[in-house]
């Protein structure tokens, strides 16, 4: 099931066919073999992470990493990756079906949910030697990326991605019932993509067309408190906040919009652009503050510095605390090490509480953190710490940044 046409034309540079025209046709399904669908799909990862970022599937600054071929019999393994660290977002797990495969039809769905589960329940408590077998060839990225690799387990935050050279009505007709039926919190998405081949001679254009997505924001979902006393009887209870489905707003893992949190970030900004702007005019500061306050710097070596002031989403039942301090993002892991060791040599001179660690192959973060859990504690005077300590940071770590500029 698809809308693309049966043949393109392929036209000159005047918009006028070609004599004899040039014409692709649209190439049968069942051509090709599950195996052979394998190897396209790995061998043009960068044309369906295109064609999902397109979706809105994936994030604008993420990219696939391809982890794995048949690990616990799924077809696919693929990372959800920040295109400029590789620091996982999340897993992409991926089934293809021919159209001609009988269980391209309703099987293929279920056979990738019960994939899911299987993920969830053993990768999330495997021990670390087991999750590097698994994805045997990534032994350093699975060590570096171990803690967001659990939680994508923990959690189910998958991508489940059936791709085939067409998808059945079917199927399509199923996946928003999948979004109705299937455990409400999840925060698995599914998209279906049909893999459309066209032929010219002995050139072929491959064209990914995203036939039916589910995200997570189009889960129905609604929670029904009911208050009684010891026996029984309802209470009435006055409604003090009214949550509309922020856990359905949370677009792979995005914090929902917070109208305390913009207002708390426009007031750090007033102070820092003020301390900050000045002194070095060539940062770059977040023009548009939702959940992060960034002001940025680029070295010469095309190393990344960002420091920032950033709002997580949920942790477990509680708001995650706000992030104070820098990021930095390196061209490779020898450069990241370097950099760290230059900033733990001035670590008692940064804010209490600082802690140094890799947040990626290329990445170091020099971070404090503030508790948080209600738009109450997101006062004047939390305004004040914060920027006090981001004011902190730049003055330990800005000289020592420029100096080392190459």
């Known amino acids: 099931m698809d809308v693309l046409p049966s043949f393109i034309e392929v036209l000159d540079a005047a918009a006028r066919p070609f004599e004899p025209r040039r014409r692709l046709r649209r190439v049968e399904p069942g051509g090709r073999s599950e195996a052979e669908w394998d190897r396209i799909l790995i061998e043009n990862i960068d044309l369906l992470a295109d064609a999902l970022r397109e979706a809105e599937m994936i994030a604008e600054d993420s990219a696939l990493m391809f982890l794995g071929a048949q690990v616990d019999n799924i077809d696919l393994v693929f990372a959800e990756v920040r295109s400029d660290n590789g620091e996982l977002r999340r897993l992409v797990l991926l089934e293809d079906k021919l159209l001609k495969n009988p269980e391209a039809r309703r099987q293929v769905l279920a056979q990738i949910l019960d994939y899911a589960r299987v993920v969830q329940q053993s990768w999330a408590s495997a021990r670390l030697p087991e999750l590097e077998d698994k994805l045997r060839g990534h032994a350093q990225w699975v060590r570096e990326n171990e803690e967001a690799l659990r939680q994508s387990c923990r959690h189910a935050d998958f991508l489940l991605v059936i791709a085939g050279d067409g998808i ?38 491959l064209v990914p067309h995203i036939v039916s997505a589910v995200l997570r924001s189009e889960r129905e979902i609604t929670v029904r408190v009911l208050v009684q006393d010891a026996q029984g009887r309802a209470v009435p209870a006055d409604v003090l906040r009214d949550v509309q489905d922020e856990a359905a707003q949370a677009n792979r ?154």
Do not use: C
Request: hydrophobic share 40%.
């Open 168 to 205: 059945d009505e079917g199927l399509a007709r199923l996946a928003p019932r999948f979004a109705r039926r299937d455990d409400p919190l999840s925060l698995t998405e599914l998209a279906l993509v049909s893999l459309a081949m066209y032929a010219l001679d002995n050139e072929y254009l």
């Open 253 to 406: 893992g995005r914090l929902p919009v917070r109208e305390e949190v913009i207002e708390f970030l426009y007031k750090a900004r007033e102070p820092l652009d003020a301390a900050l702007l000045p002194a070095h005019p060539d940062l770059e500061r977040t023009a548009k503050p939702r959940k992060s306050l960034e002001y940025g710097l680029t070295l010469d070596d095309d190393s990344g510095v960002v420091f920032k002031v950033h709002f997580g989403g949920y942790e477990k039942d509680v708001w995650s605390p706000i992030q104070v301090g820098l990021m930095l993002g390196t061209n490779d892991t020898a450069g990241r090490d370097a950099w760290r060791r230059r900033i733990e040599a001035v670590l008692p001179r940064l804010p209490v509480g600082t802690r140094v660690d890799n947040g990626g192959p290329r990445t170091v973060n020099a971070l404090t953190t503030f508790e948080w859990s209600t738009g109450e504690d997101l006062n004047d005077m939390l305004v004040s710490k914060i920027t006090e300590t981001l004011i902190q940071f730049t003055s330990v770590l800005i000289p020592i940044l420029r100096a080392m500029r190459t």
